[in-house]
Structure formats: structure tokens, C-alpha cells
């Protein structure tokens, strides 16, 4: 493994003059180096950030002014649209539109989720680039493996490097990836200046992460689509959805109560938030997404389990 620098500060050179690291709040060797590693998988210039929502938050108040307007993809992560909303306080709108289509004209940023999060829905990434805004693909359950949303023309890639790129459950942390390297200093300068950096413990358990994210994603996109197709055939179940790539799908039983039932009942996949890990996770989204989902949905993200196992355990609880 890379080195871990827990150090805050570096000396300066022989001639009194900041090294390449000098304070912890301006770079880190060991976040240098997992953004690096980072870089290779997904193109461009990559930058870390404490968490998902301090990756959104830095981005967003980099780039727009008051007034500025957000085109956010509709059906994707709550938490994405609550962080929005706790701007607009600053002057920054957001409008939520179908990303299956065009963006909607007026707006001064594009922000898509592929696939979002948990309606499964891709965006149409064609019709996003050809709108004269900047575009942002969250790319958190899809990951560099199944698309580098730059080689498609957006000018940023998005990650809660928590989910599938750390893939433990144990470390918190965001990442953008900028096309434009102008921009990306611009962003880097914004953390620098606000403290919405990442720490290095999180960026040293990322670099161990990133050493097993496609065998990890590979095995957990084949166990999600075996699951999706027995969920299809069972008769408790009224929707599948499932893009076809990446370890998350969701489904829904009859109401609220089943699937509060179903989830308390497995008992190899654990009843808990988040998605991403080693670990299959289940929950119902309507504690934490309200009207904005049907009330029997449940998310389950496919862990590395067998998948035999975790259908077995599925089918008990569903029973």
C-alpha cells in the first residue's frame, strides 16, 4: 500500500519556499496520490472532498452566482436535492426535469445521475452535452467501470466515493473529476479556501479500495441482475428496476407494512442505508424520501456474497 501522511504541516525548501505540500488544508501527499489513482480510472483532473455532499456543495458554490438556476435529474439521490435546497438560501434554484430528455433551457448547470438513484433511470447524455451549460454526471452506482462520463462530453464527473470506489463501508468521502484543468485549479483553490478538504486516513483506505473496485463491480453487477430476474418472476413483487449494469436495484411489494416486513426479515442481507460495499444492504426508501417514492420500494444494493444465498434469504423474507 501507498504511505499514509497523517502530517499537517511540511518544511519549506532551503530557500524559505513552500515544497510541493506545506499545509494539510492546501494538499496532502497520501490525497495527492489517491486522486491520482483516481485520474486514471475516470479521465481528467480529480479532486477530493469530505463527503458526497461536500464534493456537491464545494462544486455548486464554485461554480454558480445568486440566481443561478440547477437542472437536476429527477428521481435521483434525495440527498442531492436536500443539499440544493440548503443553498437556496445563497440565490441558487433548482428545477428537477425528466434526464431521460433534454435539459430545460435557462439553466447554468446540468446535474445527471447515471444510473440515479432509486429509480434506476439513465440520462440521456447526447442531449445534456448539447445543452450550452456545464454537465455533471453522478456516476456513483454506474463507477469508471461501466462509464466515464467525460469520454461522453460532460465537463464533470461526480462520485460518493463512500459507495462503490472505497467499496468497505468505512470511509466517507467525494470526488470531482473536471474535464478542464482551469477549472479544476479554480475548484482546488475554493477547498483550499473554504476547508473542504479531504482528510488522508479516508484517501489511504479509497487508494486500497480502488485496487479491487472492478472485480468488486463486476461480481456485484452479475448478482444484481441475477436477482432482478428471479424478483421479475416472484408474484409478491409488482415493479423491477434495473438498468443492467452496476449492483443496486430496487423493487416494490404492495405497501409500506410488507415492506417494512421484507426488510426486517433477511437475514443475511443487512437492514441499513447506503450501498456500494462488500455487504448486501436493504431498506425501504419511503422513511427517508417520503412521497417522492412509492411506499413499498425497497433498494437493495448486491453485495459479494453468493448469489444463491442472498436470493434464498430474499425469498424467506418475502414470504
Known sequence: MEPLDRSTVWPYDERGEPRDFYYQRFGNPTVAAAEAAL???DGGTALLFPSGAGATTALVLSLLEPGDTI???GGGYYGTGVTFAALERWGVRVVEFDQTGPPPDGVQLVWLEAPSNPYLTMPNLAAAV???APVVVDATVATPVHLRPLEHGADFAFHSATKYLAGHDDTL?????????AVAEELR????????VAAPDPAWLLLRGLKTLELRVRRQTETAAFLAQRLRAHPAIETVRYPGLGGVLS?????????????TSTR????????GGVTSLIESRRRWEGERVPPGLLRLSAGLED?????ADLEQALG
Do not use: M, Q, Y
Not at 483553490?189 to 473542504?196: A, K, L, S, V
Not at 423493487?251 to 426488510?263: G, H, L, M, T
Not at 443475511?268 to 450501498?275: D, G
Open 39 to 41: 485520474e486514471k480510472l
Open 71 to 73: 437542472a437536476l435529474a
Open 130 to 132: 448539447a445543452h450550452p
Open 173 to 181: 468521502l467525494g470526488a470531482v473529476v473536471c474535464r478542464d484543468e
Open 189 to 196: 483553490t475554493f477547498r483550499g479556501r473554504t476547508g473542504i
Open 251 to 263: 423493487f416494490d411489494v404492495a405497501d409500506a407494512d410488507v415492506a417494512r416486513k421484507v426488510e
Open 268 to 275: 443475511v442481507i443487512v437492514n441499513a442505508t447506503s450501498l
Open 307 to 311: 448469489p444463491e444465498t442472498l436470493w
